[in-house]
């Protein structure tokens, strides 16, 4: 199967001709510039108080769509006039989130000046009653850091994992410790560091990207990563979080090779492929560190519902023996419904790793 992988092949070489044209990474904030910024924060509440006034933050609002704009070769980013909250101290309703995001101020200045990190789960069950949740305390930091302008990681703040990888891939953590992604019946878990990975070695051709994690088992039950070796599988289960996404545009920085989606057919799944593309409102201000444009559509695709399951029904006995149901049949194929990974497998128990995926991957068979 020595030209499994040619079509493939020549989409890596077109992706890293355009590559040259236009690369747009974003350099990392030092620390002191991290601490600068915040200082800055402080002295402007330190002054609003010594001239007898409410201290006021004013953020940005980062859930609107009116606050991004879509770049081309980026994805979503994030507009120079964006819409701002203000939150004053003064005031019932926003005085809590102001002390809140003080406290966590607090907490990252503490961590970056000594260079030391923490998980948001670390921070927020050291006074769980002062944040009342975790989905509370994810909303101030990203609050934070589209304030400072700062990337996340730069806050040494970092997120429990969610997602996992594995195939043809090694790296080293941080601490040095060695990771390895090559097992065809197990995945790792994707770091919850990404930015601090190095020595990244993997001959993949390409990466594949799994909306579920049911799928995703299914890939590695049936040894996907050997029989279409080399590759890289990863998943961020649904919705993905922050290090799954980072760690696709990790690969994609020092491989540049092709990045595939599998995704449902529907809405959702069409939504979850367009975060790792062009990525998310919410974090429009770190696209260029979140965001894959380059990502294409290997499926499920609509089409192939059609041609696989519906061609599979039509050339059987005893439905080309039946005309009124062939036209049944026929006629939906021009329905608009939508079409989950898991029904490839009521054609064949092994149809999705060892006919779809291969024959999509050989023949170009992408958007």
């Keep these: 199967m020595a030209d499994q992988f040619i079509e493939v092949d020549k989409l890596r070489d077109t992706l890293r001709e355009s590559l040259e044209k236009d690369d747009r990474r974003q350099e990392d904030i030092s620390r002191q510039d991290v601490l600068t910024r915040i200082e800055r924060v402080i002295q402007t509440i330190v002054f609003s108080v010594s001239e007898g006034e409410a201290p006021v933050l004013r953020l940005m609002n980062r859930c609107n769509w009116a606050s991004v704009r879509f770049h081309e070769s980026v994805g979503l980013v994030r507009k120079a006039d964006v819409p701002v909250t203000t939150l004053r101290c003064d005031c019932p309703s926003s005085a809590t989130r102001f002390a809140l995001i003080f406290k966590l101020l607090s907490v990252i200045y503490k961590l970056v000046q000594s260079d030391s990190y923490a998980t948001k789960r670390d921070i927020y069950y050291n006074d769980p009653q002062l944040f009342g949740s975790q989905k509370t305390l994810d909303s101030i930091l990203d609050d934070i850091s589209c304030m400072l302008k700062v990337p ?198 092994h149809f999705l790793t060892r006919v779809y995926l291969p024959n999509k991957l050989r023949y170009g068979g992408w958007i």
């Design 152 to 349: 996340r990681r730069s806050l040494h703040v970092f997120a429990t994992s969610k997602g996992f990888i594995s195939g043809d891939l090694c790296y080293l953590e941080e601490d040095g410790t060695k990771v390895d992604c090559n097992s065809s019946s197990t995945a790792v878990l994707v770091s919850s560091n990404v930015n601090g990975i190095r020595n990244i070695v993997s001959a993949a051709k390409f990466i594949l990207i799994v909306e579920k994690d049911a799928t995703f088992q299914r890939l590695l039950d049936d040894a996907f990563c050997t029989r279409l070796s080399p590759c890289i599988i990863i998943t961020g289960k649904g919705v993905p979080d922050v290090n799954s996404r980072l760690m696709v545009r990790k690969l994609w920085d020092t491989l540049h090779i092709p990045v595939f989606a599998l995704v449902d057919a529907d809405p959702y799944g069409i939504e979850i492929m367009c975060i790792y593309k062009y990525g998310s409102r919410s974090l429009a201000f770190e696209a260029h560190s979140l965001t894959v444009p380059s990502v294409l559509w290997l499926g499920l695709l609509p089409s192939d519902i059609q041609e696989s399951k519906i061609n599979s029904l039509r050339t059987r006995d005893y439905i080309s023996c039946q005309p009124a149901w062939e036209r049944e049949i026929e006629a939906m194929q021009r329905l608009k419904q939508k079409a989950e990974i898991q029904s490839l497998a009521s054609i064949a128990p």
